[in-house]
């Protein structure tokens, strides 16, 4: 089969398309030939070595969908022809076959394509991890989502919207903009705007959101608990570099900042996160916008 290795950390360059024996899953594994592979920021951190050392070569990659080629003794979930996406996998995703562990394997809905079924395992899993369990979002609040036009953010738009939010979103480019209230927000502004976060604030009627998802809290952190509501959330999603804030900002709203990650979450608790994308995937609440393919060889 075709694979992307990496013999050493580095740019983009350091990938490398290489003919490579096909893999044979183990006892508890599942064997997926890919159709399409989902591409995350993460990733390429890995690929600089930003996340620590790696046995080379390896191949890069979590988030994939295609059909069952093969199952372990042990797998009782799957059967080889069935249609999965992937969370997570042992031999890597940038590959034409991948090997994953069961818990790793999720069914895809006959309606949902292996494009959109690629673009699933973080993104989605991200959003409803920061959204529900560590943002504990209710029907009938409001939740800013600032930076909503990447992945995650649309995906939490989508989540947050089916289930009785008040959504407000921004993008950073008017083509940004128009999808973020396509998939569903309420009101989107424009953060590159001087004047974002008083709209922010008139939106809510002075109050502010009582949930904040912030994917770019190195420029943003310290602005946002400034309109946050009282006894409002601020989850961080994403974070380049070192910010300041002023406590005082937390102090007067009882507020919290709350950090996550997805590597944190545990088997049982990613169950419980892909069935709720499966079911929104189903019932239609829940639709991966695609914005760019590749052949495997333009990676």
Same mark, same amino acid.
């Given at each position: 089969m075709k694979a992307v290795r990496v013999h050493?950390?580095?740019?983009? @360059?350091?990938?490398?398309? /290489?003919?490579?024996?096909?893999p044979k899953p183990?006892?508890? *594994? #599942?064997?997926?030939?890919?159709? @399409?592979?989902?591409?995350?920021?993460?990733?390429?951190?890995?690929?600089?070595?930003?996340?620590?050392?790696?046995?080379?070569?390896?191949?890069?990659?979590? &988030?994939?969908?295609?059909?069952?080629? %093969?199952?372990?003794? /042990?797998?009782? @979930?799957f059967k080889a022809g069935d249609r999965v996406y992937t969370a997570g996998s042992v031999t890597g995703a940038y590959a034409e076959l991948a090997v994953c562990e069961e818990w790793q394997v999720h069914r895809l809905p006959d309606k949902t394509s292996f494009a959109q079924g690629a673009a699933l395992g973080v993104p989605y899993a991200t959003a409803y991890y920061a959204l529900y369990l560590r943002g504990k979002a209710m029907a009938?609040?409001?939740?800013?989502?600032?930076?909503?036009?990447?992945? #995650?953010?649309?995906?939490?738009?989508?989540?947050?919207?089916? @289930?009785?939010l008040t959504v407000?979103?921004?993008?950073?480019?008017?083509?940004?903009?128009?999808?973020?209230?396509?998939?569903?927000?309420?009101? #989107?502004? &424009?953060?590159?705007?001087?004047?974002?976060? *008083?709209?922010?604030? &008139?939106?809510?009627g002075g109050k502010g959101p009582e949930?904040?998802?912030?994917? %770019?809290?190195?420029?943003?952190?310290?602005?946002?608990?400034?309109?946050?509501?009282?006894?409002?959330?601020?989850?961080? #999603?994403?974070?380049?570099?070192?910010? /300041?804030i002023n406590a005082r900002d937390t102090m007067s709203r009882d507020a919290d900042i709350r950090g996550m990650t997805l590597m944190n979450a545990t088997p049982s608790v990613l169950k419980g996160i892909h069935a709720a994308i499966i079911a929104g995937l189903e019932n239609g609440t829940l639709r991966p916008v695609i914005g760019k393919t590749l052949k495997l060889e333009n990676v």
């Open positions: 050493e950390f580095g740019e983009p @360059s350091v990938l490398k398309l /290489e003919d490579v024996p096909d183990g006892p508890t *594994q #599942v064997l997926v030939r890919i159709k @399409s592979i989902g591409v995350n920021p993460v990733e390429t951190y890995v690929r600089a070595g930003k996340y620590g050392p790696r046995q080379f070569p390896f191949t890069p990659g979590t &988030d994939a969908a295609g059909t069952v080629e %093969a199952v372990g003794t /042990e797998v009782r @979930s009938g609040e409001t939740v800013f989502v600032d930076g909503a036009s990447g992945g #995650v953010g649309i995906a939490a738009v989508q989540f947050a919207r089916a @289930s009785g407000i979103g921004t993008g950073g480019t008017e083509q940004g903009r128009k999808l973020v209230a396509t998939e569903g927000a309420h009101h #989107v502004l &424009d953060h590159h705007a001087g004047d974002y976060l *008083q709209k922010l604030t &008139d939106l809510t949930l904040i998802l912030e994917m %770019a809290a190195h420029l943003n952190l310290g602005k946002v608990l400034g309109v946050l509501g009282k006894f409002g959330r601020v989850v961080v #999603v994403g974070s380049r570099a070192p910010v /300041e």
